[in-house]
Every structure is written in structure tokens, then in C-alpha cells.
């Protein structure tokens, strides 16, 4: 079969004992579809053919890994013995090595990040089919579609604010949403408008401000090394944030239990000027990709509903009145837009 298996909150998982059988099965039929196809496309430079034979063989081993009912942290280890047997051929692929191997201590940081938002692959022959997968994904597309999602936001609230724009990116990786939006004004608005940055990664937070350092001036710019989690416990964490207009989060939720997600969610309402816009994202625990990230890739995300959602914003004192839960347009990434009167 050569469908992706989509997480059910019902499926049963297969016995202990079957789990090590089936996913060596799954690896060998995987190294072995992707030997057949290095031969029929003259190792993978027939792009086309390769690609489309590599989605194939990637299809038929996610669906088997998928069957065995280990989703999350539960995967981790089984899916060690994928490595074990294709490793050396997986390992071609930029960017789900990058997300497997975290040379920066976690999964989406921003070099893949910027990749998938500008769809960059590998020249390696055959890692230029698995990158193709990678980008292929609707996890990937949900995040390029939510990075213009916000940089409408900040488009739109700029341009409809008379005084000065503040614009907070709170894990802001490589703050490309906030490079689309200033893009979008052009130099209508740029001396209007501040940026704060907040990170964890200095080296994401260099990039970011660089990137965006060519279309507002310098001294617009504030970067902040922080670890976000314990924001709210800060002292002067009032005067770090300030108050401003539109506060940017799109990806920092899926990383975060309920009880910091609440208590930042709590800061981030407390500290939006009025008349301002909140947005945080959260991946959905349904999306197609969700195999795929965890069996090849170890990337692992704390999934939240659309009742979820509703709930945190309840907890964390958001008015009920003042949020709307929505999606981008694929539908596997939540947005919780909050809006302060």
C-alpha cells in the first residue's frame, strides 16, 4: 500500500514482540526499492523517475511504520533499526538528516526552517529526491503558508497603525514571516515600524536580524537571547517586551506543555498594547507529515486540537470574545488570533 497513514486517536497499537519484525521489514523493503531505483534512473540522475520512485518506496515504508500504532516518543527507539539498515542512503537527504540529527539542539531551526520556506534541496542526487519529499510534505506547506499568513498581519496592522508599529517575534528562529511583511510595505512604512526578536538561538537571531536589517533601520531592530519557557518568571520581563501591536509566535507552542504554554500565553495578553493582535500557532495532531517527522526525522511536537486551543486561551485569561481559532489553508496548523480591544 502507498498511502500515509494519518494518526488516530483510536488506533490500536500491535504487540512489543511485532514491532522489531516489522520495522526491519520496512527498512529492507525500503533499502531495497531504493537500490532497484538507482539502477533504473542511472543512480538517481534521471531526476524525474528517481523522485517520483523514491515518494513511492518512502510511502509504502511510512505506511507500515505507521501501522504499528507508535506515535510520538513511543517511535523513538523502534525507529532506530530504519537507521540501522538504510541509513547510509537516508542520510543524503539535507533536510530530514538536519531535523534527525539537531546539530543545534532541536529540529526546526532556522537554516531548515529557511530551507522549506524557499524550498532549497540538496544537489546529492539522491538527496535531491528525498529533500524533494521533504518539501512535497503538507507539514512543510503548512509552515510556508502560516509564514504568509503572518506576514499579512503585519502588513495590514502597519499600514492601518498612524504612529509608530511595534512588532514582536517571540521564537522567532529566522523571523521570515516578519521579512515578508516588511517586504510586502516597501519603504512606505519602514522608519515606522520596531522589531524585537526573541530567541534562544543566538545564531537564529543574527540571521534574523540581518535579514531584516536591509529594510528597517538598525536602530529599529532589538534582539534578545532568551529561554522562552521561562520567560514569564523574569523580573523585568514588563520591560523586555514592552507592549507591542502585533506579537508574532507561529511555531514556539508546538515545543511547550500546557502549564508554560498557559503562563506565556498569560504574558503575551498581558503585555499586547490595545487595539493589538496576537498570533500563535500549533501544528494539529491529524497532519499528514506526522509519520514522516517522527520516523525519519525524531521530530516530535506537543499537538494541541481546536478545543485545545480554546482552552489554553481560556486558562491563560484571554476573553473569549477576543480570540478566534482558525487554520492556514492546509489545515494542519491551528492559529489562535487573539485581538485586544
Given at each position: 500500500m502507498s498511502?500515509?497513514p494519518?494518526?488516530?486517536?483510536d488506533?490500536?497499537?500491535?504487540?512489543?514482540?511485532?514491532?522489531?519484525?516489522l520495522?526491519?521489514?520496512?527498512?529492507?523493503?525500503?533499502?531495497s526499492?531504493?537500490e532497484?531505483?538507482k539502477i533504473?534512473?542511472?543512480?538517481?540522475?534521471d531526476?524525474?523517475?528517481a523522485?517520483a520512485?523514491?515518494?513511492?518506496?518512502?510511502?509504502?515504508?511510512?505506511?507500515k511504520?505507521?501501522s504499528?500504532?507508535?506515535?510520538?516518543?513511543e517511535n523513538?527507539i523502534?525507529?532506530?533499526?530504519?537507521?540501522?539498515?538504510?541509513?547510509?542512503?537516508?542520510?543524503?537527504?539535507?533536510?530530514?538528516t538536519?531535523?534527525?540529527?539537531k546539530?543545534?539542539?532541536?529540529a526546526?531551526?532556522?537554516?531548515?526552517?529557511?530551507?522549506i520556506?524557499?524550498r532549497?534541496a540538496?544537489?546529492?542526487?539522491?538527496?535531491?529526491?528525498?529533500d524533494?519529499?521533504?518539501?512535497s510534505?503538507s507539514?512543510?506547506?503548512?509552515?510556508?503558508?502560516r509564514?504568509k499568513?503572518?506576514?499579512?498581519?503585519?502588513?495590514?496592522?502597519?499600514m492601518?497603525?498612524?504612529e509608530?508599529?511595534?512588532?514582536?517575534?517571540l521564537?522567532?528562529?529566522?523571523?521570515?514571516?516578519?521579512?515578508?511583511?516588511?517586504?510586502?510595505?516597501?519603504e512606505?512604512?519602514?522608519?515606522?515600524i520596531?522589531v524585537?526578536?526573541?530567541?534562544?538561538?543566538?545564531?537564529?537571531?543574527?540571521a534574523?536580524?540581518?535579514?531584516?536589517?536591509g529594510?528597517?533601520?538598525?536602530?529599529?531592530?532589538?534582539?534578545?537571547r532568551?529561554?522562552?519557557p521561562?520567560?514569564?518568571?523574569?523580573?523585568?520581563?514588563?520591560?523586555t517586551?514592552?507592549?507591542?501591536?502585533?506579537?508574532?509566535?507561529p511555531?514556539l507552542?508546538?515545543?511547550?506543555?500546557?502549564t508554560i504554554?498557559?503562563?506565556?500565553?498569560?504574558?503575551?495578553?498581558?503585555?499586547?498594547?490595545?487595539?493589538?493582535?496576537l498570533l500563535?500557532?500549533?501544528?494539529?495532531p491529524?497532519?499528514?507529515?506526522r509519520?514522516y517527522m517522527?520516523?525519519?526525522?525524531?521530530?516530535y511536537?506537543t499537538?494541541?486540537?481546536?478545543?485545545?486551543?480554546?482552552?489554553?486561551?481560556d486558562?491563560a485569561?484571554v476573553?473569549?470574545?477576543?480570540?478566534q481559532i482558525?487554520?492556514e489553508?492546509t489545515?494542519?496548523?491551528?492559529f489562535?488570533?487573539?485581538?485586544k480591544?
Amino acid at each position: 500500500m502507498s498511502v500515509i497513514p494519518i494518526w488516530r486517536n483510536d488506533q490500536k497499537k500491535i504487540a512489543t514482540a511485532e514491532v522489531d519484525s516489522l520495522v526491519s521489514d520496512a527498512a529492507l523493503e525500503l533499502a531495497s526499492s531504493l537500490e532497484s531505483t538507482k539502477i533504473a534512473t542511472d543512480h538517481f540522475n534521471d531526476t524525474a523517475l528517481a523522485t517520483a520512485l523514491v515518494q513511492l518506496a518512502m510511502d509504502c515504508c511510512l505506511q507500515k511504520l505507521g501501522s504499528t500504532g507508535l506515535w510520538g516518543q513511543e517511535n523513538r527507539i523502534a525507529s532506530n533499526a530504519i537507521y540501522d539498515i538504510a541509513g547510509r542512503e537516508l542520510s543524503r537527504g539535507w533536510l530530514q538528516t538536519r531535523a534527525r540529527e539537531k546539530p543545534l539542539g532541536y529540529a526546526g531551526d532556522h537554516q531548515l526552517l529557511t530551507r522549506i520556506c524557499n524550498r532549497t534541496a540538496t544537489e546529492d542526487p539522491l538527496g535531491f529526491c528525498f529533500d524533494q519529499y521533504f518539501l512535497s510534505q503538507s507539514a512543510p506547506e503548512a509552515v510556508r503558508q502560516r509564514t504568509k499568513l503572518a506576514a499579512r498581519h503585519l502588513a495590514h496592522g502597519a499600514m492601518n497603525h498612524s504612529e509608530q508599529f511595534s512588532v514582536l517575534g517571540l521564537g522567532c528562529g529566522p523571523a521570515l514571516e516578519i521579512d515578508y511583511g516588511l517586504k510586502l510595505l516597501g519603504e512606505r512604512s519602514a522608519a515606522s515600524i520596531k522589531v524585537t526578536l526573541l530567541d534562544l538561538c543566538g545564531e537564529a537571531i543574527s540571521a534574523a536580524a540581518q535579514r531584516i536589517s536591509g529594510l528597517i533601520p538598525v536602530q529599529n531592530i532589538t534582539t534578545i537571547r532568551e529561554n522562552l519557557p521561562r520567560l514569564p518568571q523574569r523580573r523585568d520581563v514588563e520591560r523586555t517586551l514592552g507592549n507591542p501591536h502585533l506579537i508574532l509566535c507561529p511555531g514556539l507552542f508546538d515545543y511547550l506543555d500546557d502549564t508554560i504554554a498557559t503562563a506565556l500565553l498569560r504574558l503575551l495578553w498581558q503585555q499586547l498594547a490595545s487595539g493589538g493582535t496576537l498570533l500563535v500557532g500549533n501544528f494539529a495532531p491529524h497532519h499528514a507529515t506526522r509519520a514522516y517527522m517522527e520516523w525519519i526525522g525524531n521530530w516530535y511536537l506537543t499537538y494541541r486540537s481546536e478545543e485545545a486551543m480554546n482552552t489554553l486561551a481560556d486558562q491563560a485569561g484571554v476573553p473569549n470574545d477576543c480570540v478566534q481559532i482558525g487554520t492556514e489553508p492546509t489545515g494542519d496548523d491551528w492559529f489562535l488570533v487573539a485581538r485586544k480591544p
